[in-house]
């Protein structure tokens, strides 16, 4: 069974930084392209970030495209997703997803994370 769990979520200060991290077990890690998606009361769930299962293509939310980075290690590291100057519109239920897809897009999420909440103050 694939599980991915989300760490790192929290409370972080309007233009401070956090990092959200996802581990998997149950999948050989590496052959995942993995994302980031985030969902906000009495909104949809959307993409923010995906990054290939070889690291070598990403794709990012025009509204956090310069502020937040996906990264990837080796084939059994954790996927980040690395919060910089967080903004008022940016805090939501933040969720890791894996996808078979060679590429970061279009991403068709096979399993997703329990999801960690992200709170930013002002």
């Known amino acids: 069974q694939v599980q991915l769990v989300e760490s790192g979520g929290g409370l972080v200060q309007a233009g401070g930084s956090l990092r959200l991290s996802c581990a998997a077990s149950?999948?050989?890690?590496?052959?995942?392209?993995m994302g980031w998606f985030r969902q906000a009361p009495g909104k949809e769930r959307e993409l923010v970030a995906a990054?290939?299962?070889?690291?070598?293509?990403?794709a990012y939310a025009d509204s956090v495209k310069g502020r937040f980075t996906i990264s990837r290690g080796n084939a059994e590291n954790p996927v980040y997703l690395q919060m910089n100057s967080p903004k008022p519109q940016d805090p939501a239920v933040y969720f890791c997803?894996?996808?078979?897809?060679?590429?970061?897009?279009?991403?068709?999420?096979?399993?997703w994370g329990q999801g960690t909440q992200v709170t930013v103050s002002s």
């Open positions: 149950g999948v050989t890690f590496g052959s995942l392209t």
């Open positions: 990054i290939s299962w070889s690291g070598s293509s990403t």
């Open positions: 997803a894996g996808d078979r897809s060679l590429k970061a897009t279009p991403f068709k999420t096979r399993y």
